[in-house]
């Protein structure tokens, strides 16, 4: 069954890069059926989709955090990362990776979640 | 707009039905998504598409849409179905995701 966990650093100062990782087990996670997300959820408060990686390598962001994403996705497609930079204190968040499924009918949702991992930023 | 409008808090006795609405222009044109999330854990999803639900997930669970409002119902609400729920579509653009502020669901 495939699972997603996310890794990577728990502090980050401000204005330095966060960068995560999202490693698959038992399968990959992109193909021309799947793509990876990123979400995050600042503490006490509700889900933000940051952005989304397809097989083709088309990258979407939230228009919010466009100009500091950076996705990518590495040939054996069972590492998706993500890369925000110049963060500040707003970007203290539980960061998720998931998968996206464009098979048909399902229509892009997430159907699989990684557990998340909590990001501090602070100097 | 690209907003999604859900009450942030909605309660229902053991076993009876609830209905959580999310509101958006952009689900006049995209399906919603739906996804509980209890305290601590990941957000799982429970509908998608028009009305589907993955393996795993009951039956009390249920999708509907009507122009610019859609709907999760819950059918003989349970204790574990006590948590967080977020609604999840397209923004008009049809690349980006936009979730919902949340609904948290009290079974009482």
């Known amino acids: 069954q495939l699972q997603l966990q996310e890794s990577g650093p728990g502090l980050v100062k401000p204005s330095e890069t966060l960068s995560l990782t999202c490693t698959v087990s038992?399968?990959?996670?992109?193909?021309?059926?799947?793509?990876c997300g990123w979400m995050r959820q600042p503490p006490g408060k509700g889900l933000e989709w940051v952005g989304s990686i397809y097989y083709s390598g088309s990258t979407y962001y939230n228009p919010s955090l466009k100009s500091r994403v950076t996705m990518s996705v590495d040939t054996s497609k069972y590492h998706c990362s993500l890369k925000l930079n110049s963060v500040t204190a707003a970007d203290t968040a539980v960061y998720f990776c998931a998968r996206g499924s464009m098979v048909r009918g399902v229509n892009g949702a997430f159907d699989i979640w990684g557990q998340g991992t909590m990001v501090t930023v602070s100097s | 707009s690209s907003e999604l409008t859900q009450d942030p808090a909605v309660s229902v006795a053991l076993g009876q039905t609830v209905r959580i609405t999310c509101q958006g222009d952009s689900l006049r044109n995209y399906y919603t998504t739906w996804y509980q999330q209890r305290p601590g854990q990941a957000p799982l999803l429970v509908i998608y598409g028009k009305n589907s639900r993955p393996s795993g997930i009951p039956d009390r669970f249920s999708g509907s849409s009507s122009g610019t409002t859609a709907s999760l119902t819950i059918t003989g609400a349970q204790a574990e179905d006590e948590a967080d729920y977020y609604c999840?579509?397209?923004?008009?653009?049809?690349?980006?995701?936009?979730f919902g502020g949340g609904t948290k669901l009290t079974v009482l």
């Open positions: 038992g399968g990959s996670i992109i193909s021309t059926n799947y793509y």
């Open positions: 999840n579509s397209r923004d008009s653009s049809g690349n980006h995701w936009v």
